[in-house]
């Protein structure tokens, strides 16, 4: 089982790169952030890989991190998403990103991604929650937030400092990883306003 290609990039197509490892090429199908990240032809680079055997064909996929990998995985569990749908969701998503959807139940964050709508975005944040996998991106204590958030169960200064944030045009991930940062420094007894004060200092950082 191929885990990582190590080489030097080939050539790329629309959604593949070709990665030369000692002469032999491998075709790794990618999400678009993933081959926005690699470097340019010529140059050495690494992809996590999962292969996938079907009945009809081999097809490897590839990752720029462990915790995309993982995702991608996860991902696949849910009902109505393959391959295709999670590659989907991973280019207009981070694995951050994605944990911060998952957590806060936002449906219409991972709406955004081609394939993917509104009851299949639903069934997402549903059956993933509490399963987003560990790796590097995001904190336990920002996710611990945003859990909070998301089942409403977030002390009301923090709850009411993200819903003030996100009505100025931040993300409610965005807002509640501030906050989470602010807190972790401040403790949970800030008073909202001072929540909101900190919160856009910390974001405009």
Do not use: H
């Not at 593949?16 to 999400?31: N, P, R």
């Amino acid at each position: 089982m191929i885990g990582k290609l190590k080489g030097l990039v080939d050539s790329f197509g629309d959604d593949f790169v070709l990665i030369d490892c000692g002469g032999v090429c491998y075709e790794a199908f990618c999400s678009s952030r993933t081959l926005q990240a690699l470097p340019r032809v010529g140059e050495a680079a690494v992809v996590f890989i999962e292969t996938i055997v079907r009945e009809d064909m081999i097809r490897l996929y590839g990752f720029a991190s462990e915790g995309e990998k993982g995702w991608f995985n996860l991902l696949m569990t849910v009902q109505g998403v393959g391959a295709r749908v999670a590659l989907s969701i991973l280019s207009v998503l981070s694995p951050a990103e994605l944990s911060s959807a998952v957590a806060l139940q936002d449906k219409a964050m991972v709406g955004r991604a081609n394939g993917v709508g509104p009851k299949l975005a639903v069934r997402l944040v549903t059956e993933l929650k509490g399963k987003a996998p560990t790796g590097p991106g995001i904190d336990a204590g920002t996710l611990g937030l945003q859990a909070a958030l998301g089942e409403g169960v977030a002390p009301s200064a923090i709850a009411d400092a993200v819903s003030a944030l996100t009505n100025l045009g931040y993300s409610s991930a965005q807002a509640s990883a501030a906050l989470a940062r602010i807190v972790a420094r401040e403790g949970d007894g800030v008073p909202t306003e001072k929540l909101i004060r900190l919160g856009l200092r910390e974001l405009s950082n």
